[in-house]
């Protein structure tokens, strides 16, 4: 199993408390941190403006200028945004953002996409909010756009969404055939139809029955379109606490519950971290937690993406996984 780890950049309320003009210096050393070691194969952000779960003026900060600022400061993780809306740029101008992040990167950008989700930003920022239908088909015609961009360092579609006419992307990326492409959500009927037919990684359920059936559907839409299943990577995102006690899980869960209530107050705030970690399978002690990621694993997941909710203020729960999990499961 391979292993990513979310920066905190203040969606999910996970830099409260320390000042705008700190945050950056938090982030980029956390970025570093992980891209020092060998444990994590990658860093992923989020492609959000509002904070989750509801809109604060807390920051958000964007994530492709975070992409190219990880780009420049560290050497070997890979970079990912779990995961860029399409329609929040046009998908000739990201081709183009990406390949020039790619070049920062000396070539280790991923390309999270999907649909988009989260209403009142779109509203806010203008955007609309079209249908689902509409999303996600501008979601299949943006990656066409991207893979020809990438690969050819042009790009034309006359498409229901998106018209572009010879768009040039030079120079392309540094990565040969252009950048993974990683398709998120587990629409059943468009989102893994589209994940079929252009990705090289998925991204949904880490329930293991959801992520049993969404695998299945997966397969059997690889087969209608002839694409080769085995070579789709399946990864899952996962809340993480660890502790080496279930006590002290339940600290270190009290301790997010208390960061949250002055937003959300104290009754949603519980009701949120229970929605959120109670059926985590990485939450728990090293061992149960490596007895519920091996039952996934045996499912087919290849990838695990952590967000650790306590990275920019508590490292130590990190350095328990990387200690006694990483190495029971890679």
Not at 56 to 67: K, Q, R
Not at 221 to 249: K, Q, Y
Request: hydrophobic share 40%; net charge negative.
């Amino acid at each position: 199993m391979r292993f990513g780890i979310f920066v905190p950049q203040g969606w999910r309320l996970d830099l409260v408390g320390i000042e705008p003009a700190d945050q950056w210096a938090v982030m980029r050393d956390l970025a570093q941190r992980f891209d020092a070691g060998t444990d994590w194969e990658s860093i992923w952000v989020y492609d959000h403006f509002h904070t989750v779960p509801i809109p604060t003026d807390e920051a958000t900060h964007e994530a492709w200028t975070l992409m190219s600022a990880f780009a420049a400061t560290t050497s070997r993780v890979r970079l990912g945004q779990m995961c860029t809306a399409v329609s929040y740029r046009n998908p000739a101008y990201l081709a183009k953002v990406a390949a020039t992040v790619d070049i920062i990167s000396g070539g280790r950008v991923e390309m999270g996409i999907g649909g988009g989700w989260y209403e009142h930003e779109w509203r806010a920022y203008g955007y609309g909010f079209p249908s689902a239908g509409e999303r996600l088909g501008r979601l299949d015609e943006g990656v066409q756009i991207f893979r020809q961009a990438w690969q050819t360092g042009r790009a034309t579609l006359d498409g229901k969404y998106y018209q572009v006419d010879d768009a040039i992307v030079h120079p392309r990326p540094l990565q040969e055939n252009g950048i993974p492409i990683w398709v998120a959500g587990g629409g059943e009927k468009k989102t893994l139809r589209i994940a079929a037919k252009y990705a090289d990684y998925t991204n949904f359920s880490g329930e293991p029955e959801e992520f049993a059936r969404k695998s299945e559907i997966l397969r059997t839409h690889c087969a209608e379109v002839g694409t080769d299943f085995a070579a789709i990577t399946r990864s899952s995102n996962f809340n993480a606490v660890v502790g080496t006690t279930e006590t002290e899980v339940q600290e270190r869960l009290s301790a997010i519950i208390d960061r949250l209530t002055p937003y959300l107050g104290p009754d949603d705030a519980k009701a949120r971290v229970h929605e959120q970690y109670a059926n985590s399978a990485a939450v728990g002690t090293p061992e149960q937690i490596v007895e519920r990621l091996t039952a996934i694993k045996d499912l087919g997941l290849d990838y695990a993406i952590l967000n650790f909710p306590e990275a920019a203020y508590d490292t130590s729960g990190i350095e328990l996984f990387e200690r006694e999990v990483i190495p029971a499961l890679r």
